[in-house]
């Protein structure tokens, strides 16, 4: 402020006051009401209160120098205190940024500062400060009301293209002044210039990097907020943070550090950076910056490279991934679970879902990416396996770089093999239980007919009419028995009759009836492995595997090929190398039948060993080929696995465990002669059978044989005749009965009458029964049977 008195260029301009020297009291007034009006100047303008004590010292001080003049003579220069010193205003004032000016009631500028008259020369006093008819109008309204209330406001003039806000206020000790405060729109709009600036690009492009800024007013209140701040303050939403205190977002720890109080206790530090509007205001509206206290410190593609080396040797699949949701970083358990190469990844963790999942997955991203010490799961389907659901599990990370997210799944590649295994073997355990049950039901019909069919020949000779018919309908019986014994060997409940046998040996007996069976087309070829060992398995039913998947590996080259047949020992390490899902470890002998055909589908190849499942053409298979061999070789406590490539042909591997007891002695070959046996004999039997039609044929049969028949339903009538005294050399009973089972009566039986001759005759395999039937000296019978084999069964057990 400079004082404005010609020819000066800059004074403090005073009006036509005097003071005359010898009115002492006037003097002293006048004093006391120019430091009043400059105090209340100083306040309004600065709001300082250091510099209000200063001004008051001031006072003080040029008070002594009035008493010192009063007290002592008169002297020259006196009438320069006729005029109020303003000097104290003027360096108030000046403090200030906006342009102010002071003024009196007859219009004259009596002070002003460096802002006011750099932006409006002249020293005019408002409104005469060079502005067009309209703005002046504007400030002579203001002064007006100002005289008028105290106060007026102007909400914008124009001086040279820049706009003001103005307000204007009376003061002094008698209110004869006007103070005239002009604030430049441009600091006016640089509070809400900083909320465009954190809400624009500017503060996205900060949020990308991870950088969190906001803007706050003079009294901490936060009016503008960038994203990444939205996330780690308030999880993402930005209503709850506007307006409020930006210290009731963070807290301090004993040791001086600033963390997120969303966060909680596990949060990462933080560091402020504070960057003041005005320059000259420390105090002002500010932008605030934070960033990670740790990521500031740390290298961050050093710390990701730690982090990627650590991920790396753990066993949980793990991956990182950065802001935009593109892969960075994935183990080797995160791309076996997905079952891909870790290198040949897609660009992006949606690419491996299904369409239906791909949203869920890019909005989880998108979400934990902004939040960190955040983690949480989402169900997701694989393309590659669109039927299984796997939980994805995502965190939000810091410090890292440009990693952002944490994504895990679990290998439960084992987990998802013993679910495969489960899910398999109770498929065919059910398909198992249906095939044996309709077996058995069937069983009991073709024992009757082909009874039946044998008491009708027994009337009729060769040659007669009716004797083809007959014989004819029992030649189908015993086809359909067949295929009944199919169905109980895929249900693992046909009566085996087990030997220590070489495969080998095996494989050359049935040689020369499968070479038959291939034709002129077809040439096998046999290879022995070295050390091959021992089995334990029917040779019979051994045969039936080799000759099925011949024929079937003929019927799969209709043009011709060959069939390899091979034998091999397998050890414990070889198994374990094979990676085979279903195979323990263990020693076993394997035995291989390969084709060179046209192969299985892919989608066939789970179904090929389920009862009636053919791809053949209508008459020409029943289905039931593979599913004998399925059940034979689980009968026999082995394993059968087949690989198939359309176009190259079909290899089906086979497991049998290998024996490791005492072999007995090669046989010799030796046969007893048959000789014809007479099944005609004496006795007591009683038959126990709950189907009319079998225990009618079986009553038939054995009366014809000569001996004494008698027959119960069910096991309780059994019990009874024995309970009124009737006794029997035989009892010849079925297993499964309703009310008593055959086994329960049996037990009843001898332990209340003694050794009773039991003979069992049933649809399932005599193995099983006798796991179930804890009797000794028990005979079995399977069905369906014939004539002679009951009345044989009846003479053995007699004997």
């Given amino acids: 402020m400079k004082k404005i008195s010609p020819p000066t260029d800059v004074q403090i301009l005073g009006g036509d006051v005097e003071l005359s020297s010898r009115r002492d009291l006037q003097k002293l007034g006048t004093l006391v009401l120019t430091s ?73 500028l009596v002070c002003a500062n460096d802002h006011f ?130 210290a009731d977002f963070v807290r301090m720890d004993e040791k001086g550090s600033v963390y997120f109080e969303s966060e909680g206790l596990w949060g990462l530090p933080i560091r402020l950076l504070q960057v003041p509007l005005d320059e000259q205001n420390a105090e002002s509206a500010a932008l605030l910056l934070v960033v990670d206290e740790e990521s500031a ?21 793990l991956a990182l991934v950065d802001r935009d949701g593109r892969f960075l970083f994935a183990n080797d358990a995160f791309a076996r679970v ?8 897609p660009p992006y963790p949606a690419d491996l879902v299904i369409n239906e999942d791909k949203g869920a997955v890019l909005e989880s991203i998108r979400r934990y990416s902004r939040r960190s010490m955040t983690s949480g799961d989402i169900a997701i389907r694989l393309k590659e396996r669109p039927d299984e659901v796997i939980a994805l599990s995502i965190a939000g990370v810091r410090g890292l770089g440009e990693a952002a997210v944490l994504l895990g799944l679990k290998d439960d590649s084992e987990e998802i093999i013993l679910k495969r295994q489960v899910a398999q073997q109770t498929k065919m355990e059910s398909i198992g239980q249906l095939a044996g049950g309709v077996a058995h039901d069937f069983n009991n019909i073709l024992t009757a007919i082909i009874g039946y069919c044998d008491l009708m020949l027994m009337r009729h000779q060769p040659g007669d009419n009716d004797y083809d018919d007959i014989q004819q309908i029992k030649n189908n019986s015993n086809r359909a028995a067949s295929l009944t014994r199919q169905l109980l060997a895929f249900s693992r409940q046909q009566t085996l009759r087990p030997q220590i046998l070489q495969l080998a040996n095996v494989v050359a007996d049935v040689s020369n009836l499968l070479k038959r069976l291939l034709g002129e087309t077809v040439q096998l070829e046999v290879h022995h492995g070295v050390g091959v060992g021992a089995v334990r398995a029917d040779p019979g039913q051994l045969e039936q595997v080799i000759v099925n998947l011949g024929v079937n590996a003929r019927d799969a080259m209709p043009k011709g090929g060959v069939v390899h047949i091979r034998t091999a020992a397998v050890s414990q390490r070889e198994v374990a190398a094979m990676g085979r899902e279903f195979l323990p470890v263990g020693d076993y002998v394997q035995l291989s039948v390969e084709d060179s055909g046209v192969g299985i589908p892919k989608e066939n190849l789970s179904k090929i060993f389920e009862p009636f499942f053919t791809t ?38 086979i497991f049998l465990p290998a024996y490791s007891g005492d072999v007995p002695a090669p046989d010799t070959g030796k046969r007893e002669s048959y000789i014809q046996k007479e099944f005609w004999g004496s006795g007591r039997i009683l038959i126990v059978e709950d189907e009319d039609m079998v225990r009618a044929v079986a009553e038939r049969a054995l009366v014809r044989q000569g001996y004494v028949v008698e027959t119960a339903g069910d096991g309780e009538q059994a019990l009874k005749l024995f309970a009124d005294g009737k006794r029997y050399d035989l009892v010849i009973s079925d297993v499964v009965m309703p009310h008593l089972d055959g086994p329960s009566m049996a037990q009843q039986l001898r332990k209340t009458y003694g050794d009773v001759r039991l003979l069992f005759i049933s649809g399932y395999a005599e193995e099983q029964l006798r796991q179930t039937i804890s009797l000794d000296n028990v005979a079995f019978l399977a069905k369906p049977f014939s004539v002679q084999q009951i009345a044989e069964a009846v003479q053995d057990a007699l004997a």
């Fill in 297 to 317: 410190k740390v290298d961050r593609g050093l710390a990701l490279a730690h982090v990627e080396q650590l991920l790396s040797t753990l066993p949980l699949g």
């Fill in 36 to 108: 009043i009006l400059s105090l209340a100047i100083l306040w309004f303008s600065t709001k300082n209160v250091i510099l209000l004590g200063a001004t008051v010292a001031a006072i003080i001080a040029v008070a002594g120098l009035i008493h010192f003049f009063r007290s002592g003579p008169a002297v020259e220069g006196a009438s320069a205190l006729s005029v109020p010193d303003w000097s104290i205003t003027h360096a108030a004032v000046q403090l200030n940024n906006a342009a102010i000016a002071i003024s009196d009631r007859a219009g004259h």
């Fill in 338 to 345: 997905l079952g891909v190469e870790a290198h040949i990844l």
């Fill in 616 to 653: 053949k053409e209508l008459g020409k298979g029943t289905g039931l080929g593979l599913s004998t061999v399925y059940g034979i070789v689980k009968q026999s406590g082995g394993f059968i696995f087949a690989d198939s490539q359309l176009g190259k042909g079909t290899r089906f591997d």
């Fill in 117 to 246: 008259t750099n932006a409006f020369p002249g020293l005019k006093a408002p409104p005469d400060i060079g502005l067009d008819n309209a703005n002046r109008a504007l400030l002579d309204a203001a002064a007006s009301a100002a005289w008028r209330d105290g106060n007026a406001d102007v909400a914008a003039i124009v001086n040279e293209r820049r706009a003001y806000s103005v307000k204007v206020a009376r003061v002094g000790m008698a209110d004869e002044y006007l103070m005239w405060h002009f604030v430049a729109a441009e600091e006016i709009d640089m509070e809400r210039r900083a909320i465009e600036m954190i809400t624009g690009h500017i503060g996205a492009a900060m949020s990308s990097s991870g950088v969190m800024a906001l803007a706050v007013t003079t009294d901490g209140r936060v009016c503008a907020a960038n994203d990444a701040f939205a996330s780690r303050a308030a999880s993402g939403d930005q209503q709850p943070i506007l307006g409020r205190l930006f």
